[in-house]
């Protein structure tokens, strides 16, 4: 399969391609500049593309099957930018996919973002920015999975989650973690128009996604 991948340079998206680079799908790793590409590839993209998730990015993602979105301003920019990436770059690229008749799209949310209101206040505009979002892929007609992960950490991933539709004590995961998670969501038939939490636990990934 052919993936785009939107955040490519980010902490999550460079350990995907890592991830992937052992696997049968190819990642197209969306860039912002140029200079990043070597690296990436040698991560392990199969190409990357230059492109800005504020503009169009219709050419950099003709003849992909997928989209898994890991991008983000973070939750420490001002509502603005959030606004920008989060929100909308998020929303111009699930209907940018579907146009061009890319069905699947993977999204990366977080924690508590169905309830904005009720996240510490200093997140709350990154919180309701993931929720609007995730409420245009859940209408928009295509393939989706959202994976909201908890608190991000960067230890060493263990290959072991804690996956529930809505997890009531909200916990930490690696990021090399939410990576593995997203590459065996992209494998994985009964993920299909599903939303759920996930934080570190004691179940290998793979079982755990089996029993959503």
């Not at 340079?9 to 680079?21: D, H, S, T």
């Not at 997140?123 to 992960?149: E, F, N």
């Amino acid at each position: 399969m052919h993936v785009f991948i939107a955040g490519a340079n980010g902490q999550i998206g460079q350990y995907l391609l890592q991830e992937m680079a052992e696997s049968d799908h190819e990642a197209r790793a969306l860039i912002r500049d140029p200079e990043q590409g070597p690296k990436l590839q040698q991560l392990g993209a199969t190409e990357t593309v230059v492109g800005d998730l504020e503009q169009d990015c219709g050419e950099a993602m003709r003849g992909c099957d997928a989209v898994i979105f890991t991008a983000g301003s973070g939750p420490h920019t001002g509502p603005d930018k959030t606004i920008d990436v989060d929100q909308e770059g998020a929303i111009r690229l699930m209907d940018t996919a579907k146009a061009m008749g890319i069905k699947r799209f993977i999204m990366v949310s977080a924690m508590r973002a169905e309830e904005p209101d009720k996240g510490p206040e200093k997140l709350r505009h990154y919180l309701w920015a993931k929720r609007k979002a995730d409420d245009h892929l859940k209408s928009c007609g295509l393939d989706y999975t959202i994976v909201r992960p908890g608190r991000l950490t960067n230890e060493d991933g263990t290959g072991k989650v804690e996956v529930r539709d809505r997890l009531m004590e909200f916990g930490e995961i690696p990021r090399q973690d939410v990576a593995r998670v997203l590459l065996a969501v992209l494998d994985s038939d009964n993920t299909s128009n599903c939303v759920f939490d996930v934080v570190s636990g004691d179940v290998p990934i793979t079982e755990a996604l089996a029993k959503l």
